[in-house]
Every structure is written in structure tokens, then in C-alpha cells.
């Protein structure tokens, strides 16, 4: 039973058929599974590997074909799995569209800079999202459980999606930082190590941080919809 001091997550709509217990709902596919899961940043990673290393052995177009032959592998490979064609053909894209870029300019260190600008885009949606009092996880969540629950009433799961946006923010604002003044270094081999160091890791603990923001807000939702 619901006390009057208990904040709690009411629907927007007061009107419309009965809500499904969510408690009993089979698990939807998160963001993140439908990007391939950690293994899929790890996949990614790997081309960054391979050209660094090709790049200080071999001249800068046959690195360049070096590491777009491993991510055609690569997402033959992930299609072989049996993974969506979507999350294979990132292993190919991102390395595809840096040997665009490479062949235009001529410079090592333009494979990294998709990234680096991606980077930034990130920052500035997830900190401005938190600034306009609107954080993106708190978003996506909502749009996730039909987009009719009035989360931003509630204080703690506010507050939650506040962390994890903000833990978000955090993840693409170093990155940008850190490797755009490696790119203005001209240090093409740092600037990989980074990539890689600033990769899955820093990934995996922005994702830690919004799972825990997702089952607190899911947890209330439950607890009101009863």
C-alpha cells in the first residue's frame, strides 16, 4: 500500500487501458545487446589494433588496407555467429569510413578522427540533456515503457538518471579532451593506445552506472503500477 509521503511514478495519461505487470514482462533487448553487447566494442577495437601496429611497419596505405581487410572479417565472422547484419557491419563501417577520410587527406592520424568528433557530439547531447532537466537516460528509459510515465516527478529517479547521464558525459568529455589533443600531437600511435584504453573500459562502467539507473526507475515503476 502507497503512503501519501511515498514519491511515486504516475502515469502522464489517467486514462487508457490497464498496465501490463512489468515484473512479469519477458526482458526487452537493451541498446547496448542490440549493438552487439560489450563483445561488439571489443570487435571495434580491434581494427584500431591492427592499423597502429601495420601503420609503424608499413607503409600508410597498405595499413590502411590491412585494417579494412580485418573488419570485413571481422563482421563475416560476427554474421557466421549469427548476429544481426547491423551490429556486424560495425566492425566494417567505422574502419571503412576512416579510410575515406585517410585517402582524402593523407594523414595517420585522420583514422581517429570520426571518433574523436563523435565524441564531442555525445558530450554535448548527454550534458545538455542533464541541463535541460531532461537526461537522456531518463529518456530512453521512459521511451523503453511506453513514454507515458511522468519519471521526472519523482525525485530519486530524477536524481538516478541525473548520475548516469552525467557518468555518460563524463566518458565522451575525456575521451574528446584527451585524444583531440593527441591529434593535434600528431601522435597517430598514442592516439591508438588511447582509443583503445578509453574504449570498452570506460564503456562498461558508464553502462554499470545506467543499468543501475534503468532497475531503480523499473523497480518504482513496478511498485506504483500494482
Not at 85 to 94: F, P
Not at 125 to 136: D, K, M, N, Q, Y
Amino acid at each position: 500500500m502507497r503512503t501519501d509521503e511515498e514519491p511515486n511514478l504516475m502515469p502522464e495519461q489517467n486514462r487508457g487501458p490497464a498496465r501490463p505487470d512489468y515484473g512479469a514482462e519477458a526482458p526487452r533487448p537493451t541498446v547496448l545487446h542490440q549493438m552487439g553487447g560489450i563483445a561488439g566494442f571489443v570487435y571495434s577495437t580491434v581494427p584500431v589494433v591492427v592499423f597502429v601496429t601495420a601503420n609503424a611497419f608499413l607503409p600508410l596505405p597498405v595499413a590502411v588496407g590491412v585494417a579494412v581487410a580485418t573488419g570485413l572479417a571481422l563482421s563475416v565472422f560476427r554474421l557466421l555467429r549469427g548476429e544481426r547484419l547491423v551490429s556486424a557491419a560495425g566492425s566494417l563501417l567505422g574502419v571503412a569510413l576512416a579510410a575515406g577520410i585517410i585517402a582524402w587527406t593523407g594523414s595517420a592520424r585522420d583514422f581517429f578522427v570520426i571518433g574523436i568528433w563523435a565524441s564531442l557530439a555525445g558530450f554535448v547531447v548527454t550534458f545538455g540533456s542533464v541541463l535541460a532537466r531532461r537526461p537522456l537516460t531518463g529518456v530512453i528509459w521512459n521511451a523503453l515503457h511506453g513514454g507515458t510515465w511522468a519519471w521526472r516527478s519523482d525525485r530519486a529517479v530524477r536524481v538516478a538518471h541525473d548520475v548516469a547521464t552525467l557518468a555518460a558525459a563524463s566518458v565522451f568529455g575525456a575521451r574528446f579532451v584527451i585524444q583531440q589533443w593527441l591529434y593535434l600531437a600528431d601522435s597517430t600511435g598514442a592516439l591508438g593506445i588511447a582509443r583503445v584504453a578509453m574504449g570498452t573500459p570506460l564503456t562498461v562502467l558508464a553502462a554499470l552506472v545506467v543499468l543501475w539507473a534503468f532497475r531503480r526507475s523499473t523497480k518504482r515503476l513496478i511498485r506504483t503500477s500494482r
